[in-house]
């Protein structure tokens, strides 16, 4: 089971690039990496997912080296709405094992 | 809106008494997950069902039960409820949970559970 590691908390400031990098040294051939978004009180909510190398979307970008031990994922320019946590989370493929999600990153976005 | 309904959204409630929390995927998912998230704490796993099969199992107390029917909506069921239990349960639902698992989750907006 490939347990995540991420800062419990970052702090930005509106427009800036944000890298949040996940650890996950014991991610198996079959399994995904996947970042969630969750504000207060609510549930959260998927933002991108990737295997190995780059994956952009609308939304954010996810790096991953080949040795795919870890991930870091990038919120270009950031707004203060982009304040909530982020969640790394390694996904089997077979979908065989629970979806397990860590205690993730604060990220506070001041003006 | 991410498609996936819980009702009540709120519920209070006293120590010992039993409570059904219920969840109705979005059309087409397959998969329903319940997590629990307690006051500023992380998500906790505790039960995923695949096309009406428990599929996944996480530290879900023996006090907790949950089911999902042939309509593929799915019901928790916690029981002899303690004041710990007070928290947030989550459902989300996915396409599949099966062999071509993706990961994306789609949540609900959760029931408040709160037990006096």
């Known amino acids: 089971l490939a347990k995540t590691t991420q800062p419990i908390s970052m702090d930005s400031y509106e427009g800036q690039e944000v890298n949040i990098t996940c650890s996950h040294n014991?991610?198996?051939?079959?399994?995904?990496i996947t970042w969630y978004q969750q504000f207060p009180s609510q549930g959260p909510r998927f933002i991108i997912q990737?295997?190995?190398t780059k994956v952009t979307n609308e939304v954010a970008s996810l790096f991953i080296p080949a040795d795919r031990k870890s991930s870091t994922l990038s919120l270009p320019r950031v707004s203060l709405s982009d304040t909530a946590v982020y969640y790394c989370?390694?996904?089997?493929?077979?979908?065989?094992?629970?979806?397990?999600f860590g205690s993730g990153t604060r990220l506070q976005v001041q003006p | 809106d991410s498609g996936v309904t819980q009702t009540p959204k709120h519920l209070i409630t006293a120590t010992g008494q039993r409570v059904t929390l219920r969840c109705s995927p979005r059309?087409?998912?397959?998969?329903v997950y319940w997590y629990q998230q307690s006051l500023d704490q992380g998500l906790q796993f505790l039960i995923q069902?695949?096309?009406?099969?428990?599929?996944a199992k996480g530290n879900i107390l023996e006090r907790f039960s949950a089911q999902q029917f042939p309509d593929l909506h799915s019901e928790l069921n916690l029981s002899s409820l303690e004041l710990g239990d007070s928290a947030l349960y989550f459902c989300?639902?996915?396409?599949?949970?099966?062999?071509?698992?993706?990961?994306?989750?789609?949540f609900g907006e959760g029931s408040r559970l709160t037990v006096l």
């Open positions: 069902y695949y096309n009406g099969e428990e599929r």
């Open positions: 990737g295997y190995k």
């Open positions: 059309s087409g998912d397959l998969s």
């Open positions: 014991n991610i198996a051939t079959n399994d995904y």
């Open positions: 989300a639902s996915s396409v599949s949970g099966g062999p071509a698992n993706t990961g994306e989750l789609f």
């Open positions: 989370l390694v996904v089997e493929h077979t979908g065989r094992r629970a979806l397990t």
